[in-house]
T-cell receptor, first 113, second 111 residues
Framework: SQTIHQWPATLVQPVGSPLSLECTVE??????LYWYRQAAGRGLQLLFY??????ISSEVPQNLSASRPQDRQFILSSKKLLLSDSGFYLC????????????FGPGTRLTVL | SQKIEQNSEALNIQEGKTATLTCNYT??????LQWYRQDPGRGPVFLLL?????KEKRKERLKVTFDTTLKQSLFHITASQPADSATYLC??????????FGTGTKLQVIP
């Protein structure tokens, strides 16, 4: 069966520090991968998605970036965090195709102070 | 612009009653619509998918309707239980290989 991992589960970082969040998927190959952010009391905002290694699509201009160095690994990064980067970050995967139910990871709670 | 609207106010309902949640959309021509459940501090979990040529879909105590003329989906939970308390999100295909989520409606089932 497929599983999706995210780490760390929680993170407290000072403004201006770098960020690296990692997501890995097991039990499937060539998945579509997604990064979402959910601010307190807000909806899911799609940040990045990837349909293959090295293929990243950015949805919202921001100081975040994403990379997909391996088929089942998706990394969210920032060189300098802002206060507004605080939120709940969720990684998700789906089977490539027209109808793509998404499977979410456990999330990372990021607090920027 | 494209919009997905769900009632942002929480829905409180007595245990045993039917809960009905609404999802309205504009400027989409979705081939399908999905519903997810999200518990606090957790990622959303997929519940149901309904295609544009399906009027209704059922799964256990859940029922979803999809009216492409009204641009609306209704999500029903019959015989609601306190364990059904969560936030429910609807989602539409938002482009190539991705979906766009509504902001969700928080459901509270009162014992």
């Amino acid at each position: 069966s497929q599983t999706i991992h995210q780490w760390p589960a929680t993170l407290v970082q000072p403004v201006g520090s770098p960020l690296s969040l990692e997501c890995t998927v097991e039990g499937t190959s060539n998945p579509n991968l997604y990064w979402y952010r959910q601010a307190a009391g807000r909806g899911l905002q799609l940040l990045f998605y990837s349909v293959g290694i090295g293929q990243i699509s950015s949805e919202v201009p921001q100081n975040l970036s994403a990379s997909r160095p391996q088929d089942r690994q998706f990394i969210l990064s920032s060189k300098k965090l802002l206060l507004s980067d605080s939120g709940f970050y969720l990684c998700a995967w789906s089977v490539p195709g027209v109808i793509n139910e998404q499977f979410f990871g456990p999330g990372t709670r990021l607090t920027v102070l | 612009s494209q919009k997905i609207e769900q009632n942002s106010e929480a829905l409180n309902i007595q245990e045993g009653k039917t809960a009905t949640l609404t999802c309205n959309y504009t400027n989409y021509s979705p081939a399908y619509l999905q519903w997810y459940r999200q518990d606090p501090g957790r990622g959303p979990v997929f519940l149901l998918l309904i295609r544009e040529n399906e009027k209704e879909k059922r799964k256990e105590r859940l029922k979803v309707t999809f009216d492409t003329t009204l641009k609306q989906s209704l999500f029903h939970i019959t015989a609601s239980q306190p364990a059904d308390s969560a936030t429910y999100l609807c989602a539409l295909r938002g482009g190539y290989q991705k979906v766009t989520f509504g902001t969700g409606t928080k459901l509270q089932v009162i014992p």
